[in-house]
């Protein structure tokens, strides 16, 4: 497994610039092409692989799929200046998993 295979996928507006960085850049924005393109980049040995919030949510189904393998990593990024949360949200269930109670997002 190639450690430096990391794969962006979303639409074109909000990921085109990772190119410039070296990363593997996918445009893809309906459902079953986001989550075929999953797949795929997996299949492919893909360590990381950032996806537009947006597109995350599209193929959510996918993405818990793949949520306790050790690869590939899957992380939610903002597209643009818009934001879902999807990020925080995932981090916030993953330290609960891990400590046993919500101890950053505490209400009140």
């Not at 393109?37 to 959510?60: K, N, P």
């Not at 903002?78 to 934001?83: C, D, E, F, L, V």
């Not at 916030?92 to 891990?98: D, G, L, Q, S």
């Amino acid at each position: 497994m190639d450690k430096n295979k990391i794969a962006v996928v979303g639409d074109p507006s909000s990921v085109m610039i990772f190119k410039a960085v070296g990363f593997d850049v996918f445009y893809e924005q309906e459902p079953d092409q986001i989550k075929r393109r999953l797949h795929t980049l997996a299949d492919e040995g893909y360590v990381v692989i950032y996806i537009t919030e947006m597109a995350a949510s599209l193929a959510a189904d996918v993405i818990d799929e793949y949520a306790t393998a050790t690869f590939p990593a899957i992380i939610p990024i903002p597209a643009g200046s818009k934001s879902l949360g999807l990020g925080m949200k995932r981090v916030k269930e993953n330290v609960e998993k891990a400590v046993g109670a919500d101890i950053l997002f505490k209400e009140g």
